[in-house]
Every structure is written in C-alpha cells, then in structure tokens.
C-alpha cells in the first residue's frame, strides 16, 4: 500500500529551493545510512534552524531496510519536534537508476526523488526523466524530481564514471522543458568520493567552472540548480584517519569559499556525504587505537556522532548559508497548506 510523504510529516522541496534562491543560500542534502549519522543531522539541523534534505542512496535503502528507513524518517520528525524545532525535512533518494526504483520509493514515503539517466544519450535521459516526472507530479501530493544533465566523475557508493563530462549550457533549456523536471544537478568539476581532484602533496585543487554555471543561470533564470560531489573533505580528518592507521593521502575535495560562491548562486541544494563518512572513521579510528579493549558501540559511535553533528553545524553557517532559514520555510509551507 502506497504511503503519502506527508503521513511521514515530510515536505517536498520546492518551498525550501524557492527561499534558498530568494536569500541566497543553499539547502544541505545530507546522505545517511545509519541511526547515528540520522540523528547527527537531525541534531545539527535543529540547533542551527536550517531545513534539511535526508539523502539516501539505492545502496543505503537496501542496507537500512525500506520499511525500517520509512519508520527512521518518521522518527527523524518526530526527534526534530521533541527537541523544540520547526524546520522543514526532505526525504530523497540520490542518485536513483530507473523509473521502477523511483516509483517504489515515492510509494514508501520519500517526498523527493533523484533520476538519474545521464550515462544514457541525450534522448534516452528526458525520456527516463520525463516518465518519472510525470507519475511524481501527478500524486495528489506533488513530489519533487531532479535530474542530472552531465557527468561526475568519482566513485561513491552505487555511482562510478571514470570522467567528468560538463553540463552542456546550450541543451538545458531543452532539457528542462521536455523534462518538467524541477531542479538540475549539473557537472562543473565537482565529483564523487574523497579524491575529487588529482593532485600533488600541497597542490591546491582547480576552481569549478563557474562560467559553465553563470550560462546556465542565463539560460535558466531562476532554476534551481543542484551541485553533487561537493564535500570539503576536511583535511583534519584526513590526518586523523592516516593518523590512526588509514591510508587517506591525497584526499581532497572542493573549498568551501567555492562552495559559499555557488551557494550564492542559482545553486540551491549541495550534496554532501564523504565528510559525514570521513568524520565518523576518523573518530572511531581514534577510539579503537587509543582503547583497543572497548567494544560498547555506544562508545565509539556516539562520539562519532557528536563530532559529526558539530562538523554539520559549522557546515550550515559558514559554507551553505541555510542556518536561521528553518523556521521561515516551514512557516512559508503551512501558510500555502492552509
């Protein structure tokens, strides 16, 4: 039996894209595959007042479970409620590879969707992700869809491609319209996992392609635009994993002065999960060579957890710019309910 996000007590996103283009900001899209890493972004989201995007990939759902994920987000409400908050949240699956996969998932609650076809041609991408828009669209409550036009490179999770090909400025239009898609992931050099760029110790990392990203923006006014692979990948906690026996060297990702720039823009969702992953390993690194007798999870995932709401925050603040939105969107999407 199908079940309506909004049972769950989830929104869908184009409120929250609406605001973060008005005020500059971006909305953080936080992947998820456990209890602790869900209640590290529900922590942070609610103690800075931003709105929050849970991300959960194919592989992520399979490893939760979809019966158990519909009931942790509902609990993720439900935790954001008791702690005091009124903050919008988003639940969306990342990277989904076929029309069935989205449909399934809409059907066990999730308010958002991402298809992704673009390692299919050109045609093949709008037909994939015109179908999915239109059973999502056609629900009596809308769902979100994103698309991607362009590829990222990296390997993360279920997504690998061995190069980035950019976004093509002059098919968005196009794209968009055929689509009626309701946001755009594009590729401006950002890529998945913790090796986004190949450099040399104490190279600095090339700058995205803003100018691909001004086009688009010309081309598409007020689109909301979606940018993958942007984690940071903090290189304090690329220390502390090689620090206490992990092999991370080279590890690097996209600035955040880069990242508060998009976030400036026609960007208005920022994916973000190597860091949470990065984070988490390198505190349990710590704990397990400095106390190799511990083996209460409580004790190692729990500080895991704490750093990693604390990395969220400062994430929120300083480089997304969506801290203190939270309350204002949510208010925003009851007064268009009522």
Known sequence: MAISYK?????NTKMMFKKAMEGGFAIPAYNFNNMEQLQAIIQACVESDSPVILQVSKGA????????????????VEMMREMGGNIPIALHLDHGDSFELA?????????????????????????????????????????????????????EDDVEAAKS?????????????RTNVDSLAISIGTSHGAYKFK???????PPLRFDILEEIQKRLPGFPIVL??????????VDLVNRYGGDME??????????????????????????GRLVVTGVIRKIFAEKPGEFDPRKYLGPARDALRDLLIQKNKNVLGSAGHGAEIMDAIKAEEA
Do not use: W
Request: charged share 20%.
């Open 199 to 205: 450099v040399k110790p104490g190279e600095a990392p």
């Open 250 to 275: 080279n590890a690097v990702g996209v600035s955040a002065a880069q990242l508060r720039r998009a976030a400036a823009s026609a960007v208005c969702k920022i994916n973000i999960d190597s860091d």
């Open 228 to 237: 993958h692979g942007a984690s940071s990948i903090p290189q304090e906690y």
């Open 103 to 155: 449909k399934d998932c809409i059907e066990s609650g999730f308010s958002s969707v991402m298809i992704d076809a673009s390692h299919h041609p050109y045609d093949e991408n709008i037909r994939v992700s015109k179908q999915v828009a239109d059973y999502a669209h056609n629900l009596p409550d809308y769902v979100s869809v994103e698309a991607e036009l362009g590829v990222l490179a990296g390997i």
């Open 61 to 76: 759902r399979q490893y939760a479970n979809q019966t158990l994920l519909r009931y942790m987000a509902m609990g993720a």
């Open 165 to 177: 090909i950019y976004t093509q400025p002059e098919q968005v239009e196009d794209f968009t319209k």
């Open 7 to 11: 049972e769950l007590g989830l929104v």
